[in-house]
C-alpha cells in the first residue's frame, strides 16, 4: 500500500494551544506537507487572506458562541479551503455548529492516519488518471450540495461514476428507494459528453401499461381515436441526450420486448407508424427490485438484462452509510431552515439526536431522511438552541427500529450472560456490559452499538474514555 504524499498541500491550525493537534501536525509534515499555526479566528481568516493554505483544522471551542460574526467567519474559511472543525466529545461539544460548507467534525483525538487519509480521499488526484471524489473531481462540484456522502460505502459505489459517465454504454442503477437513483443518473448525464442534450426521466411503473407504449415511442396521427396529431415519444424528445427509465423492473413483458429491439437496432417506430426512426439516445435504467430473481420468476427477460446490466452502479441503503446519517441530516435541516428564509446560525442537532438518527432502520432511506429534517425545522420553536430527541420523536411515528436484530442479539446475550458482582459501581457495570458486548459481536462496533441500542458515536466516544480503544 502507497504511503500518502501530501506534497504540496498545506494545514493551517487554528486554536486549541501549542500542544493541540501535534500528532497530527508532525505526521502532516512527515508524509511532505506544510503546516501552520494561529491562535484565534481572526488570525486564521487574516493568515489565508494572504496565503493560500489547502486544509484548516479549527478547534470547535473557537466558535463556542456561535453568532452571525463567527458564522461569516466560518462561511469565509470553507470559501477559501477545506475546513474541519475538532470537537471534545467528552465535553459534550456535539452541539456541532451548523456551518454549511465545513467538510466534517472530527474528533480532537482524531487517529493523525484518519485525518490524513480524509485530507488525501478529499483533496488528491490520483495517479493513473482516476481520481478519488474530490474537489477535481466534476461529481463533488455538480452535485454539491444536493448529493452529499462521505462514507466508504458510497465512495466505493461512486468511485467509477466519471469513468461510467465518460462511457457511452447502457447503464444500470439499483437500490432500495430513496438511495438517490435519480440523482446519480442526472450525474451520469451532467458528466457525459451528452450533458448538452436533454435529459428525460420516465417512471416505468408510474404509467399505465395502455399508455406507456405511446409515451416512449410516440404515436401518428390516427393511430388510435383521439390522435388527432403526431405526437413524439420520449426516444425522440432524448435525442442526443440521455433517457433515464426509473423502476425498469415494473416494465410489461410484452413492451420489454419492444425496448430490446430498440437497445439492438437504435431506431423505433411510432405507434401507428412504419417508418423507423433513427436515435440518438444514451439509456439509464433503474430498479428497486433485483432483476436477476424477476428474471427467475419470468418477470423480466433475461436478454433486456444483460443488454441494460452493461455498466452498473449500486447504491446502498442509508443504513448500511451510518457515516452519512448526521452529515445528511445536519445538510438537510440547514437547506429547510435556509429555504424557510430563517438566517443562520441555525440550531444544530444535539449528541443525543445524533445518537437516536444513527440508530435508526431509516427504510425511505435519503428521501425519509430530508423529509423528518423538514418537518422538524419547519415546526421547530422559534427560541429553540439546539434539536433533541424531543423534537425528532414526533416525526418518526412512521419509523419503526429493526428487532429482528436487537432480538436475536439480546437472545443470545441472554444466554450466554454478563456477571456483574455487587458493589460494582455504575460506570463500572456499563463498562463491563460493553466490553462483554463488544466481545460477543466479535469485535464489531456496528453490531455492538446495535445490540446495545446506542449511537456508533456514543460507542466510540464511550471506549475512547474507558481507554479500550484509542480514540
Known sequence: ???????????????????????????????GGAVFRVDVPGDALKFVAHRAVDVVLADAALFAQFNRKTQELVDSLTRKAVVYLATDSS??????????????????????MRFIQMVE??????????????????????????????????????????SVAASNQTVLISGETGTGK????????????????????????????????????????????????????????????????????????????????VLEERHIYRVGGERPIPINVRVIAATRVGLKQAVADGLFREDLYYRLNILRIHLPPLRQRVEDIPYLAFHFLGRAFAEMGVHPPYPPLSTASIDLIEGLPWKGNVRELRNVMTRVATVLPHDTKQVLPIHLTPHLEDTEPQPHIFQTHERELIRDGIYIPIGTTLPEAENIIIRETLKHAGNNRTQTAKILRIGIRTLRRKLSETGQIDP
Open 91 to 112: 465535553k459534550g461539544d456535539a452541539a456541532e455548529i451548523l456551518a454549511p460548507g465545513v467538510e466534517d467534525y472530527i474528533n480532537k483525538q482524531i487517529d493523525p
Open 182 to 261: 435519480e440523482i446519480v443518473a442526472r450525474a451520469i448525464h451532467v458528466l457525459s459528453k451528452r450533458a448538452g442534450g436533454p435529459f428525460m426521466a420516465v417512471n416505468c411503473g408510474a404509467i399505465p401499461e395502455g399508455l406507456i407504449e405511446g409515451e416512449l415511442f410516440g404515436h401518428e396521427k390516427g393511430a388510435f381515436t383521439g390522435a388527432a396529431k403526431t405526437r413524439k415519444g420520449k426516444f425522440e424528445a432524448a435525442s442526443n441526450g440521455t433517457l433515464f427509465l426509473d423502476e425498469i423492473g415494473d416494465m410489461p413483458l410484452l413492451l420489454q420486448v419492444r425496448l430490446l429491439r
Open 1 to 31: 500500500m502507497a504511503h500518502p504524499d501530501l506534497s504540496g498541500l498545506s494545514l493551517l491550525i487554528a486554536g486549541g494551544g501549542p500542544d493541540a493537534f501535534t500528532a497530527v501536525e508532525e505526521a502532516f509534515k512527515e508524509y
Open 121 to 162: 480521499t478529499r483533496l488528491i488526484k490520483r495517479q493513473g488518471g482516476s481520481t478519488a471524489l474530490t474537489v477535481t473531481d466534476p461529481l463533488i462540484n455538480k452535485l454539491r450540495p444536493y448529493f452529499l456522502f462521505r462514507s466508504p460505502a458510497m465512495r466505493a459505489a461512486l468511485e467509477n461514476l466519471p
